[in-house]
């Protein structure tokens, strides 16, 4: 094998495994969490949610008057399906003062990430 071939083969062995490193999901040290928070609808959380989470629909159009209730020092992992209405989530609750949010993606993945099991 040629120097070459083998300097590909390195650099593509590299690149392998910081691509597979990077798709773990990071935990997240449950014992500081004030709260896991479930932004999807009711029907969504109904069919299955983490156990624990308590349902706020980003999407009710009182999403804002019920979150101003938490402590916004507090620590809170938020989730949705696939993580984009987290995202929403976690960007109103920093703009309402909030200092700790973490958006755990979607369903499966917050559930890897915090280590709580799915219930219905």
């Known amino acids: 094998m040629s120097i070459f ?37 009711a029907a969504e959380y109904q069919a299955g949610h983490l156990e624990g989470a308590v349902n706020i ?3 009710s159009g ?16 938020i989730y949705c399906k696939s993580g984009r209405r987290a995202g929403i989530a976690k960007d109103t609750m920093l703009s309402l003062g909030f200092t700790s ?9 917050a559930a890897a990430t915090t280590g709580l099991a799915i219930v219905q």
């Not at 597979?20 to 004030?34: E, F, K």
């Not at 009182?62 to 992992?77: H, R, S």
């Open 5 to 41: 071939k083998k300097l590909i083969s390195a650099v593509t062995a590299v690149f392998m495994i910081v691509g597979l490193s990077s798709c773990a999901a990071p935990s997240v040290d449950m014992a500081s969490v004030t709260a896991v928070i479930d932004v999807r609808t």
């Open 57 to 59: 629909d980003v999407e």
């Open 62 to 77: 009182v999403f804002e008057q019920e979150i101003a209730q938490l402590d916004k020092a507090g620590n809170y992992v």
């Open 101 to 109: 949010v973490t958006n755990a993606g979607g369903l499966s993945d």
